[in-house]
């Protein structure tokens, strides 16, 4: 079976859909580059500058869920909207800003924008497609462009700080943004649950607080916050087990593509992120390379990230989720583990950039279809909360990776023996983790049909 073909309308929804995606990647990783001019123009000190980060993980994970759902309840295309607006108020904001808590609130802000759109934006690209191929393409392009856009603002963050100032990593954003606003009611359609439903609110503030707690502990390594945190998700999972209209059908989680997808997608993004972590320290306090040629080692191999993106899609179509995601993960892991091997030398940069390189490309694969198979077993009408959970995936799983492994790096009196360390544990939890989802995915056969007909995570290979 061929897939379908693509309207004008469709393309249409791609390019703006898309767009915003790409506009979000890149505006994270330009503002990275230019945080230490931000930190001495506005007054905000040295040990404070992880605070501009912070300010803005925080919503954006512990937003993404409730947000997700209301666009289900409420109109995706009203929630994507109202986050674009919002980013560009924010970016207006963050370039006149004079002092640190103007610059603070307007990457809180930021953050609320993209709990705002990102979700919203996946199932308006979900809900547009219905032949699962073409889905998968179209999500493959959303990986690509993801991954470009992080790439894009690496590579040339510093030229523009360098040409805009500090404050143009801000306002580039506002155009952008006033013309996702203008094209996005002409293209895409508006929706909505076709039964009116009362948003859960005991729900929807448990979550939020538990989401947000737990953010705050990550990044903070703040035991208490990550112990409440916790504690309040227990009680929204008993509040929606006995919610009438609960904001996150938990039974969601039971389906195997939702909760083998997700845990893929924790796997993936805190292994990738912690391993980039680690890599930068090797290449800054071990090799003491700039940053500037730091960012060319991980600039250059981020285009096969984009490659990566663009043909997880036809991966998937002619091999089902199941083994690209797997085949993601193992690809990951195994051009991880030559970096035990790293040394003293400049010369290992050549060790480090082609496996970087191909690593890069299965991580993006992999990202990819774990966002088939988490996504691909879910209607239409929880398409927020689905799409919702894979965003607070990359979320949490890009935040909790970094503290864990800058720990097992701390564990060693050495820093290359930290670093040695760190790349054994990365490598031997991703192939654990791949060989548990592997069995996991597999396709059950039961002798009584189920109640209720779903369609298969693998259905992408159909």
Known sequence: ?????????????????????????????????????????VGLEVSGLAWVATAYALPAAGFTLLFGRIGDLYGRRRMFLGGIAVLAVASVLGGLAANPAMLLSARALQGVACAMAIPNALSLLVTSFSDEKLRARVLGINGALGAAGFTVGALVGGTIVGILGWRGAFLINVPMA????????????????????????????????????????????????????VAMLVVFWFVEKRAKAPLAAVDILVRPGVKWGIVAGLVLFAME???????????????????????LAFGVPGLAAVAGGVLAGRFIASFGSRKVLVAGLLTQTAFTAPMVL?????????L??????????????????FMVTATSSVPDSQQGLATGLTTLVDEVGSTIGVPIFAA??????????????????????TVAAAVVIWFGLRPRRTATAPAVAEPSYESASA
Not at 352 to 369: E, N
């Open 1 to 41: 079976m061929t897939p379908q073909k693509l309207t004008s309308r469709q393309r249409l929804t791609i390019f703006v859909l898309l767009g915003a995606s790409f506009m979000l990647a890149a505006n994270f990783s330009i503002l990275n580059v230019a945080l230490p001019q931000v930190g001495e123009a």
């Open 342 to 350: 790293l040394g003293m030398s400049e010369a290992w940069v050549w």
């Open 273 to 295: 992120i912690s391993l980039i972590f680690v890599m930068t320290l090797y290449l800054q306090k071990v090799l003491h390379l700039s940053p500037f040629l730091t960012g």
């Open 408 to 429: 097992i790096v701390a564990t060693q009196a050495n820093l290359l023996d930290g670093i040695h360390l760190a790349v054994i544990v990365n490598v031997v939890g």
């Open 352 to 369: 480090v950039v082609p496996a970087l390189f191909v690593g890069f490309f299965g991580f993006v694969a992999g990202t990819v279809a």
């Open 178 to 229: 006033i013309l996702a606003l203008v094209v996005t009611p002409f293209v895409i359609r508006a929706s909505r649950a076709t039964e009116r439903v009362r948003l859960d609110v005991p729900g929807a503030v448990t979550v939020t607080l538990g989401l947000l707690a737990i953010a705050y502990g990550v990044t903070n390594a703040n035991v208490y916050a990550l112990l409440g945190g």
